[in-house]
Nanobody, 122 residues
Framework: QVQLVESGGGLVQAGGSLRLSCAASGSIFRMNAMGWYRQAPGKQRELVAG???????NYVDSVKGRFNISRDGAKNRVYLQMNSLKPEDTGVYYC????????????????WGQGTRVTVSS
């Protein structure tokens, strides 16, 4: 079973930067597209960025020009560099499979990890 572990979150002021990392067992990063998702309290989880095994990338409009997703399949890692952070970026960030901007069928997602909290103060 694939285990996903997110790290790198923290408390930052608006305009600051964070780099999130996702580590996974197995071959998920080599064989599948991966994405970063975030969820604010009381809100539905949303896709932030996705990257395919062929390096095709998609970002939600609100983070374009500020966030960068990358992957290292050989190391089973996916990263999210977040710059110029805004309070509305606050949430718990998760990594998981990426299928399309519309999301994946539920059966295709791996078990969700604990996520890493990002809090951006004003």
């Amino acid at each position: 079973q694939v285990q996903l572990v997110e790290s790198g979150g923290g408390l930052v002021q608006a305009g600051g930067s964070l780099r999130l990392s996702c580590a996974a067992s197995g071959s998920i990063f080599r064989m599948n597209a991966m994405g970063w998702y975030r969820q604010a309290p009381g809100k539905q989880r949303e896709l932030v960025a996705g990257i395919s095994s062929g390096q095709r990338i998609n970002y939600v409009d609100s983070v374009k020009g500020r966030f960068n997703i990358s992957r290292d399949g050989a190391k089973n890692r996916v990263y999210l560099q977040m710059n110029s952070l805004k309070p509305e970026d606050t949430g718990v960030y998760y990594c998981n499979r990426y299928c399309s901007p519309a999301g994946c069928p539920d059966a295709l997602y791996e078990s969700w990890g604990q996520g890493t909290r990002v809090t951006v103060s004003s």
